[in-house]
């Protein structure tokens, strides 16, 4: 039932669902235990301008410019970066196979392996 209002006179016993439409079948959205929600595979992102405090990233397929990162605990995997502008305060990075154009990076914890840099 879309656009229920809910009501309780206790704060801390207040609990909803959400729910959204998966091709006219409504799913209530999954959380993990810790209240993070869970979001599956992304396909394709056309443009991301900024992108704050990612926990981490299993796998990037290809990216054609990246302007900004900041604060990413972990990312395993990369295959392909045209350009990137700017990358700060990330932990590790698994593997990156090849990447074009970096203009700068600082604050790189660790980097295990990177194939290839133009």
Do not use: H
Not at 41 to 67: F, G, P
């Amino acid at each position: 039932m879309p656009n229920n209002l809910v009501f309780n006179n206790v704060a801390d016993q207040l609990k909803t669902k959400v729910y959204g439409d998966d091709n006219g079948t409504t799913k209530a959205i999954a959380v993990d235990s810790d209240g993070k929600l869970l979001v599956g595979e992304i396909s394709t992102v056309t443009t991301v301008s900024e992108v704050l405090n990612v926990q981490s990233v299993d796998l990037v397929d290809a990216v054609t410019t990246v302007t900004e990162v900041t604060n990413v605990a972990s990312v395993d995997a990369v295959d392909a970066v045209t350009t990137v502008t700017e990358v700060t305060n990330v932990a590790s990075v698994d593997a990156v196979d090849a990447v074009t154009t970096v203009t700068e990076v600082t604050n790189v914890a660790s980097v295990d392996a990177v194939v290839a840099v133009t």
